[in-house]
């Protein structure tokens, strides 16, 4: 097996011997070079050969006259950008006519001859048994090489296969290359390994000793070091020791049950022992700070004096009663019968009108930590109870986030936007928030991140939303909803008075003594400079006045009183911003007042009809909702069949379109209220009949003419109250929400009730 100018590769860090495979990998473009030319030239054949002396550069002289004969196997090149190949060896070769041609070698090569061993046999047998008290002496020495050797059966082969089988260092295997004769490398194999064995069996000779003296801590306290000595030796910084013994202290003083702490103790444990380089450094570290840092078991002590809790609620919010005596109640049955479980209060109403800063004045009147957290758009149950560890970016879900922020185990925990979670494939948000409201589960809540239960049974939740209808109905079924419907103006003016404006004026800086607003100027700013259900716009204009009152004070330094009259608004604020329907037009035919119920509270809402030759037809515009428009036609299909009885003509219907409108088109109008609305504004056409501006009804219409109750009943009567509305329609079962208006509204308004349609007929039009 001759070859001429084969390339050769130098290799200095590894051995390959014959019949022996190796894998390498190569991102370093001189090998990859060779490896390349070698594929494509040589058929894969090439000359592989350790440098004489690994210190020194690389020339002719430092190359080895024996080297091995090699074929690459196989050669990939992977998307890392590096190439894998498998090297196989041949056979071992003597090489000779090194030539270099731009740092690529080549050489000729001859196949080493070997000649006949007398008593081969015995060499053989003793190089075995050799082996064999080496695998038995040498701990972690595996046994594979047994079982390929009864394939082998000449002292050469067997050689090269023990030689690639030794755990010894580079420099002394490659020795092996060049000693050509089997019986000169059997007998140096056969030293090494003895070599190798006096050193092991003095080692475990000082450990037996070592170990006999040591007690177990020592014991551990020796390995220890023992660790550290080697990832110093590795290069690897430990500032990790410091962390476990600051952990451990943490640990030692925390208030949990015994589960958990064993649990920290073990992780703690796994945190010392893994590597400063592994990547689940890192998570183990964060599991840990989140099991030390949760509040297990500490909790603030309830201000059980209710005479006190209420006062401070009182000076906190206005009205609000049902609230105020529901948190009340709740404090006096837990005194009563010292029982813990807490209710589910949930605040629903209109933004702004203080479900948030009350439930925060709960839990201060209470004595409590506040946990807050927004499940508003929420899709993915994760969310609240956590994803799992194994998970990248693994995290705890929201209400365990919101527990230790919190610090304490009973805080109060409001979950706001209750009514804005959305359930998608990845799961189903509302029954794991049920999981932690529920009293029956949650005082062992288990969140998928934390793994360990946490009781959540002496937290005090407390909801909030918007619309009640948009609750998910499995968690509405557990809570105890608690309506806040929107202020009236006169409710606005006084907790202007009472509340926003100290508020303000403190955290402006000024007293009472510089700055006086008038109620009629407070009046106008609630009227025109706001549009709002709640007082959170009032608040901000407040303070954006107060902001130009403190800027004036500093700069002009002239006046040091500021008495705010109406006519002082438009200096400090602009232009009045919002300004309600006028309802001082002349009274027409077709046209009749509704009353609408939004987010920024109530407003009156005028109902347009007209006719024109046509076949008959309903036309209907002013971006009605689908409900909307079905009342359209019910209040149609109404009147068509009582024509007789309202007087109209039949061939008014047939012979002419009728078109409904509702006009300030910029706002969606949905919902079925307006019913007795437009059929009284189908009537008045129909019969030329005009309805007084000064009227508005409210109700939703059925087939027959009955007319159902509506929701938002006090919102609208303020809306309608504000346009100067003197008479009201309103469903018979309505009549006991009237209890929720002010007397000043009500001596100014005559409410009529009303069961069926017919008696607003009569009403108005007999
Ligand atoms: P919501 O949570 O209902 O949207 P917030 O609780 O955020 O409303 O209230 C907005 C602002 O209005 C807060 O500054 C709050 O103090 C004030 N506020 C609301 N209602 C009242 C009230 N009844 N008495 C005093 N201040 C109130």
Redesign the pocket.
């Known amino acids: 097996m001759d070859y001429k100018n084969l390339l050769v590769l130098i290799i200095n860090d590894m051995v390959i011997f014959p019949n022996n495979e190796v894998r390498l990998e190569y991102d370093n473009t001189y090998d990859r070079q060779i490896i390349d030319i070698v594929d494509k030239i040589n058929d894969g054949y090439m000359l592989i050969v350790n440098p004489i002396d690994e210190n020194s550069d690389i020339d002719i002289t430092s190359l080895p006259n024996y080297g091995i004969l090699g074929r690459i196997k196989l050669k990939i090149n992977v998307p890392n950008g590096k190439t894998r190949v498998v090297i196989e060896g041949i056979a071992r070769v003597e090489l000779s006519n090194y030539v270099s041609d731009d740092k690529l070698y080549r050489a000729n090569c001859k196949e080493v001859e070997i000649e006949d061993i007398s008593d081969e046999e015995n060499y053989i047998n003793v190089l075995i048994k050799a082996l064999n008290r080496y695998i038995d002496k040498v701990p972690h020495m595996g046994n594979a090489i047994m079982s390929q050797l009864s394939l082998i059966d000449n002292l050469n082969d067997l050689c090269d296969l023990i030689a690639s089988f030794l755990t010894i260092d580079y420099k002394r295997k490659k020795k092996y290359i060049t000693i050509v004769n089997p019986i000169e490398r059997c007998k140096a194999l056969i030293e090494d390994m003895n070599e190798d064995l006096k050193f092991v069996e003095l080692e475990q000779k000082i450990e037996s000793e070592v170990e006999k003296e040591l007690s177990e801590a020592q014991k551990e306290y020796f390995l220890r070091e023992k660790i550290k000595a080697m990832q110093k030796e590795l290069g690897e910084v430990n500032s990790k020791d410091d962390e476990v013994i600051k952990l451990k202290k943490k640990c030692s003083k925390l208030k949990c049950s015994s589960k958990v702490k064993e649990r920290i103790i073990h992780e703690i444990a796994r945190y010392e022992a893994i590597n400063s380089n592994s990547p689940e450094l890192g998570i183990i570290r964060d599991y840990l700070d989140w099991l030390i840092n949760l509040p297990w078991n500490n909790y603030t002590k309830d201000n059980d004096d209710l005479v006190k809790v209420k006062s401070i609620l009182d000076s ?5 009663e049902d609230v105020k005596e529901r948190i009340i109640e709740y404090l006096a049955v837990k005194q009563n019968t010292n029982s813990l479980r807490s209710p589910i209060l949930c605040l629903v ?1 209109p ?8 439930a925060i004045s709960i839990a201060k009147s209470l004595n409590r930590k506040v946990a807050k957290i927004s499940v508003g758009g929420i899709n993915d149950e994760a969310e609240i109870i956590g994803h799992r560890r194994t998970y990248v970016g693994a995290n705890p879900g929201r209400i365990i986030q919101g527990i230790r922020k919190a610090g304490t185990t009973n805080p109060v925990f409001i979950i706001d936007e209750i009514d804005k979670m959305t359930k998608d494939i990845k799961g189903d948000p509302a029954s794991s928030l049920l999981e932690v409201l529920d009293p029956e589960q949650n005082s062992k809540f288990s969140d998928h991140y934390i793994e360990e239960e946490f009781d959540l049974s002496k937290v005090l939740f407390i909801a ?1 939303a918007n619309y009640i209808e948009q609750i998910p109905y499995e968690l509405k079924d557990r809570l105890e909803i608690i309506n806040l419907s929107s202020y009236t103006e006169y409710e606005k003016l006084d ?1 202007a008075k009472c ?2 404006i100290p508020k303000e004026l403190e955290e402006h800086g000024l007293t009472p003594l510089q700055v006086h607003i008038e109620d009629s100027a407070i009046m106008t700013i609630i009227r025109n400079y706001t549009k709002e259900a ?3 716009e009032l ?1 901000r204009v407040i303070a954006t006045l107060f902001r130009k009152i403190v800027k004036n004070i500093l700069l002009e330094k002239d006046c040091s009183f500021y008495n705010i009259d109406e006519g002082k608004l438009e200096e400090f604020l602009g232009k009045k911003k919002y300004l309600y329907l006028e309802n001082n037009n002349q009274d027409e035919i077709g046209v009749v007042n509704g009353m609408a119920y939004t987010i920024f509270g109530g407003d009156i809402l005028s109902i347009e009809a007209t006719l024109y030759k046509g076949k008959g037809e309903l036309i209907l515009t002013g971006s009605l909702g689908d409900v909307m428009q079905e009342s359209c036609r019910i209040a149609l299909s109404y009147i068509k069949a009582n024509v007789e009885e309202f007087n109209i003509d039949p061939k008014l219907l047939e012979e002419n379109d009728i078109h409904i409108h509702i006009p300030e088109g910029a706002v969606n109008k949905d919902g079925p209220s307006a019913g007795v609305t437009i059929t009284t504004a189908l009537i008045s056409l129909l019969t030329n009949k005009k309805v007084n501006k000064n009227i508005s009804m409210t109700g939703e219409i059925t087939l027959q003419g009955r007319v159902l109750a509506i929701g938002g009943l006090k919102e609208k009567v303020i809306g309608a109250h504000r346009a100067n509305v003197k008479k009201i329609f309103i469903p018979k079962e309505n009549e006991k929400d009237l209890d929720e208006i002010l007397d000043d509204v009500k001596k100014e308004i005559k409410f009529i009730f009303v069961n069926n349609y017919k008696e607003i007929y009569k009403e108005l039009f007999k």
């Open positions: 906190s919010h206005y009205a609000l109403g933004p702004g009108v203080g479900k948030t800063s009350l909030t907790i509340h926003l709640g007082v959170r608040e």
